[in-house]
């Protein structure tokens, strides 16, 4: 999905150093970013240098930004990184707290029975935000080596099959080489998408419905 209009104008104010399109960014995305860390480490501390690393981080990365690129997946994409190189320095697996803080600061319990539970809808939310995170964040970083290494004929797999869903068969005649040649590719960049989500601590990652299994 493209970026927002609201998006582009409000890049372009913080470009611009207006003080009060930074506070705006904040104030819209800080308690969803703190969320998705806090549900991942389990420690509100650690979340708030999380969500701190994640703001300087797009502060460091401005320059580079795309526009097209919607606003909070940039964000929720450097919050992954973060919360990878913060999950390694833990050494272990992140936990999801079974007491949670009520609307007035105090904590309560999940409810049992009876439906789906608010908080567990926005675990839910997390996961997804998460997964989708690390796959952008980790083809980004595959595509960038690509282009580094010349490997062009694997790069032009990754944008057929992966951004365009394209089928083995019709990569092999587009690019003028094998189906063997496509899934041999195909299987490196999945390989490396199940190794990132493994590294994220993420189980069971849906890669259904991006040409990925």
Not at 12 to 39: N, P, V
Not at 95 to 120: F, I, K, M, N, Y
Request: with cysteine; hydrophobic share 40%.
């Amino acid at each position: 999905m493209p970026a927002s209009e609201s998006d582009k104008a409000l890049v372009k104010r913080i470009r611009s150093g207006e003080g009060e399109a930074w506070q705006a960014c904040i104030d819209q995305f800080e308690g969803r970013l703190l969320a998705f860390a806090r549900s991942r480490l389990n420690d509100q501390s650690s979340a708030e240098d999380i969500v701190q690393e994640t703001f300087m981080g797009f502060l460091k990365a401005l320059p580079n930004y795309d526009d097209s690129t919607p606003l909070e997946s940039f964000l929720f994409s450097i919050a992954s990184h973060k919360l990878i190189d913060a999950m390694r320095r833990i050494g272990r697996r992140p936990t999801v707290p079974l007491l949670l803080q009520d609307s007035a600061g105090g904590v309560r319990r999940e409810p049992s029975g009876g439906g789906r539970a608010a908080s567990s809808m926005m675990r839910s939310h997390e996961k997804s935000f998460a997964e989708s995170a690390v796959v952008e964040a980790c083809l980004a970083d595959l595509i960038s080596d690509f282009k580094q290494s010349g490997a062009w004929e694997r790069l032009q797999c990754v944008e057929l099959i992966f951004v365009l869903g394209w089928a083995n068969k019709d990569v092999a005649r587009r690019l003028g080489t094998t189906e063997q040649a496509v899934a041999n590719h195909k299987f490196f960049v999945v390989s490396k998408l199940k190794e990132s989500a493994k590294k994220a601590r993420l189980q069971n990652v849906n890669l259904d419905g991006m040409g990925l299994e």
